[in-house]
């Protein structure tokens, strides 16, 4: 079982910068692939990046360039490095894990730009 500690999110104006980590604990052997995903009010829950273990990355197209993802493998934590915010970046952002074919989800953490 993986357990999943986001922290980060907070309110921050608009064009400013965020980042969130998120630190996974009780995996056996290496964790796969890591990502974060998040929900606006009345939207579905979408990608926003992810990260394998070996390094590769994937975004969702409209947020490449102020977006990066990263991670310490040794700590199994996962990092969104978020700049030049935007109002519609509003949401509950949750980070996630396949391990061992299973798919974790954290809690979540709330992330508000202001306008």
């Known amino acids: 079982q993986v357990q999943l500690v986001e922290s980060g999110g907070g309110l921050v104006q608009t064009g400013g910068p965020l980042r969130l980590s998120c630190a996974g604990s009780?995996?056996?052997?290496?964790?796969?692939?890591m990502g974060w995903y998040r929900q606006a009010a009345g939207n579905k829950r979408e990608m926003v990046a992810r990260i394998t273990s070996d390094g590769n990355t994937a975004y969702e197209d409209s947020l490449k360039g102020r977006f990066t993802i990263s991670r310490d493998y040794a700590k199994n934590t996962v990092y969104l490095q978020m700049n030049s915010l935007k109002p519609e970046d509003t949401g509950r952002y949750y980070c996630?894990?396949?391990?061992?074919?299973?798919?974790?989800w954290g809690q979540g953490t709330q992330v508000t730009v202001s306008s």
């Open positions: 009780g995996a056996t052997g290496g964790i796969n692939a």
């Open positions: 996630n894990v396949v391990h061992q074919f299973m798919n974790y």
